[in-house]
């Protein structure tokens, strides 16, 4: 009978081996990138609109910001334009934009026509920065406090239901310079 | 209104393959006849549904449907209706969706041939089937539902990832699929054979068929994946012991050691519980395989923890299914003892070597795959297997199990006398040595022991093979489709072998930079870079080097490689250029733009590498004709089970 009973038993361990690895995961929630929790990467880049300046991520900490991956080529990031600049509006969270593997000079044509709902945009024409921040595709978001902590990433266009749900909530129980 | 259609079709189904299972088990253990016949009408509605389902799906695809999460996440209007259709299986749900369609359609095919079996094991079979069937329903539904809504829908979707769009990806997971879910088969006939408590040679006569011709899939499905590995990810091997390759590489093994099982258990009524084990074993390795592929489990350790909830269902299902075919062997299978036994030296200890180093090999691979896992697991830190590990282990226990073919191959059934062929074989190998190295030496004029070594046991095998079926043949006896099929299948194999040591061991690999009008030579070739041009896409922009190639003077080719940068997802994919000359296989790959108009490039040739995947397709030609003999269709004809009566030679 023991026999018979080995390759239960064999099976048995491994099943308690793959479940000590699902116990070591995060409770609950999907995570959808490795920097959440962590500090954003570091990065400096010439200003989209003012080519001799340089946005750097250190003049960014201190406050929440939105990181805003987008580029021309992008068709989801035109349906998402609506959206930023209905953010902006809203004045509780300033928009850093990412322009990405992008013409700088189309990407301004974008901003005059289209409004320009960023504080600032950073060009990023090697994607060198977004392979730092682990860039899938374009748009995404991520959100960062105070301390430069990535604390939320959304993929695809932002949306209401993202904003009030997800953002929102993060930005309010911590309001800026609280921190 | 098509997603929700599909939706809704994927539940019915669910409730439908509950019934199955129900029906089928309930039924055949209460003796129940109407619950019985209810099984098959289970089946059919099941298939319908989820074909339903499919066919949504897919009109979401080619529709361009971006409200559909799934097609969202994985379309793009700028995409090939082709790809459309393929970007289906794309991803996790698509997949999981393809393996239930796949697993429908085997049981389809599965109760039209059980009209000939004993209602009672073909309910028992089919009622197993639906188990499967609703576990990965529930899976899908709960977890992993493709029908899932975007609100607001996107404007574009967010394209397929870019290294899958290419016509391997189309045909290459539905086949290996077809394989995977085949072996469900065979754990089905298995689970039914224990829940019955009784398993005869008949038992065995009705598996093989089944068993041969998911093989035969997996096998082709295998192939297909290196093949589409060698040209589209650009760094020309064809294997890399990957945990997505080892994933459809350890069900094979096991799933080969099981074919062979099965032959001693129809031919001779032993390895009984053996034979139950490597069904078991195959499928949970399928099942293993499809799950932690899927879910990037094995790719990234840390994924598996990206959705717990997936996780835990996925363990949760693993130790229903496996957990409980373990269980009832434990139970059942000391019952099935046979009396009949052989001799060291007969035709069954040969098998059974060749069951023992292919378990031995499947159980290295999965040592080696799943490793990473166990040491995260134990918290033992970040732990990674290579190449080091895999082939040599892999060496130790394939070199033996290849020698042995040629000697069991003409060993009796029972009797161990092999002194009868003792002239035979000396003489084939003796030929197949001196063939081997006499190519090896005198075609390349190099080589290493371990070339002559895997030369000779590759001709050896073909040589040995062919012995007994060409003295049969022209002695004008006939040869059953099984002898042919299993010839056919054993050749492939010697050819694979082959073709496998020559790769390894003559293949020349040159990284160069090169301007305009440079050019580079290696074995014999001359490569001539002439310079690169811009190509545009349907999504994607290239650049295109135009390579001119010759050999000793003469013209082969004009190859043009590609680098490829897809719009939306914005990835590069290198598209390499493949060139067959005589029997080389020349690779030729672009790499970075170095400035001033050079370029580096890789250049590779490979002597024989296509012959690789054409002995893979040989074996699987070999498989599917041996699952057509005739003794598996005329299995009603209640054959007398004459126990080690039957000593035909070969098959």
């Not at chain 2, 409980?324 to 062997?329: C, D, K, Q």
């Not at chain 2, 060749?354 to 490793?371: C, E, K, P, S, Y």
């Not at chain 2, 050896?460 to 059953?480: F, T």
């Not at chain 2, 290239?542 to 190859?559: D, E, Q």
């Amino acid at each position: 009978m023991s026999r018979f009973l080995l390759p239960l038993g064999v099976f048995l361990l491994l099943a308690v081996v793959l479940g000590i690895g699902i116990w070591h995961a995060p409770e609950k929630g999907v995570v959808t990138s490795p920097l959440l929790g962590k500090p954003a990467p570091q990065f400096s880049l010439p200003d989209l609109n003012q080519p001799t300046h340089q946005v750097r991520s250190v003049d960014l900490k201190g406050r929440w910001y939105l990181f805003n991956v987008w580029g021309t080529w992008c068709v989801e990031c035109r349906a998402e334009h609506d959206m930023l600049l209905r953010v902006q509006r809203a004045g509780l969270v300033p928009l850093i934009g990412l322009d990405w593997k992008d013409d700088a000079s189309q990407a301004r044509a974008w901003l005059t026509q289209l409004g320009n709902p960023y504080q600032a945009v950073a060009v990023d024409t090697s994607g060198r920065v977004a392979i730092d921040w682990g860039v899938y595709g374009a748009p995404e978001t991520f959100l960062v406090n105070p301390r430069g902590i990535v604390v939320y990433k959304h993929v695809g266009a932002l949306t209401d239901a993202v904003w009030s749900k997800e953002i929102l909530p993060r930005v309010s129980a911590a309001p800026p310079g609280k921190s | 209104m098509l997603p929700e259609l599909g939706h809704f079709a994927l539940i019915l189904a669910l409730l439908l393959a509950a019934l199955q299972a129900f029906f089928g088990v309930a039924g055949a253990a209460r003796g129940n006849e109407r619950w019985m016949a209810a099984v098959t009408t289970a089946v059919a509605g099941q298939a319908v549904m989820v074909a339903t389902a499919v066919a949504c799906l897919m009109a979401s695809f080619v529709g361009n449907d971006f409200s559909v999460a799934y097609v969202a996440e994985n379309s793009n209007s700028a995409l090939p209706l082709f790809y459309r259709v393929a970007a289906l299986w794309g991803a996790h749900e698509g997949s999981l969706l393809l393996w239930i369609f796949l697993l429908a359609m085997w049981t389809v095919a599965v109760a039209f041939g059980a009209r000939r079996l004993p209602p009672r094991l073909s309910a028992r079979v089919l009622g197993v089937l639906g188990l499967v069937s609703f576990g990965f329903l529930l899976f899908t539904l709960a977890t992993s539902n493709p029908f899932l809504r975007l609100d607001p829908a996107a404007a574009d979707g967010r394209d397929l990832n870019p290294i899958l769009q290419d016509p391997g990806l189309a045909v290459h997971p539905p086949i290996l699929y077809t394989g995977y879910v085949g072996f469900s088969v065979a754990f089905a006939f298995a689970c039914a054979a224990m829940l019955e408590g009784r398993l005869d040679q008949n038992w065995a006569r009705w598996t093989r068929p089944w068993t041969v011709t998911a093989w035969s899939f997996l096998t082709c499905g295998i192939a297909l994946g290196s093949f589409w590995a060698y040209y589209e990810l650009g760094w020309g091997g064809f294997w890399f012991w990957d945990p997505v390759e080892n994933a459809s590489f350890m069900p094979w093994l096991v799933g080969t050691a099981l074919i062979h099982s099965l032959a001693v258990t129809d031919k001779r009524g032993l390895f009984k519980s053996w034979t139950l084990l490597l069904a078991i074993l195959a499928f949970s390795l399928s099942l293993l395989g499809t799950f932690l592929v899927r879910s990037g489990v094995l790719v990234s350790v840390h994924s598996f923890a990206a959705d717990p909830q997936r996780g835990i269902f996925i363990l949760a299902f693993l130790i229903i299914m496996i957990g409980g075919a373990l269980g009832l062997y434990a139970w059942r299978a000391p019952q099935l003892r046979s009396n009949a036994g052989f001799e060291l030296g007969a035709r069954e200890s040969f098998l059974l070597f060749n069951n023992i180093l292919l378990v031995i090999a499947a159980g290295t691979v999965f040592a080696g795959t799943l490793a990473p896992l166990i040491a995260d697991a134990l918290k033992l830190g970040a732990l990674s297997v290579g190449p080091p590990y895999f082939n040599p282990t892999f060496l130790m226990s394939v070199l033996p199990l290849l020698a042995l073919l040629s000697l069991g191959i003409h060993a009796n059934w029972k009797r161990g006398r092999l002194q009868d062929k003792q002239r035979t074989l000396l003489y084939t190998l003796i030929a197949a040595a001196v063939l081997a190295c006499g190519l090896a030496f005198g075609l390349y004029g190099r080589g290493r022991l371990l070339t002559a070594v895997g030369a000779t046991l590759g001709v050896w095998i073909i040589l040995a093979s062919l012995v007994d079926p060409v003295d049969r043949w022209r002695r004008g006896l006939s040869l059953s489709r099984g002898v042919v099929g299993m010839t056919v299948a054993h050749v492939g194999l010697g050819l694979a072998v082959i073709a496998l040591t020559t790769v390894q061991s003559f293949t020349v690999e040159r990284d160069v930079a090169l301007s305009p009008g440079a050019s580079v030579a290696a074995a014999g070739y001359e490569f001539r870079f002439q310079g690169v041009r811009a190509v545009e896409g349907p999504n994607y922009s290239a650049i295109a080097a135009t390579v001119v190639v010759t050999h000793h003077g003469a013209a082969v080719a004009v190859l043009q490689p590609q680098k490829r940068q897809y719009w939306v997802q914005r990835q590069v994919t290198s598209e390499t250029a493949i060139r067959m000359y005589r029997g080389d296989n020349i690779l030729l790959a672009l790499g970075e733009d170095l400035g001033a108009g050079r370029w580096s490039v890789r250049v590779q040739i490979r002597p024989l590498v296509s012959l690789v995947w054409l002995a893979a397709f040989i074996m699987a030609c070999g498989g599917a004709l041996a699952a057509s003999d005739r003794r598996y269709r005329a299995a009603k004809a209640a054959v007398p089970v004459a126990q080690g009566a039957v000593t035909e030679p070969g098959a």
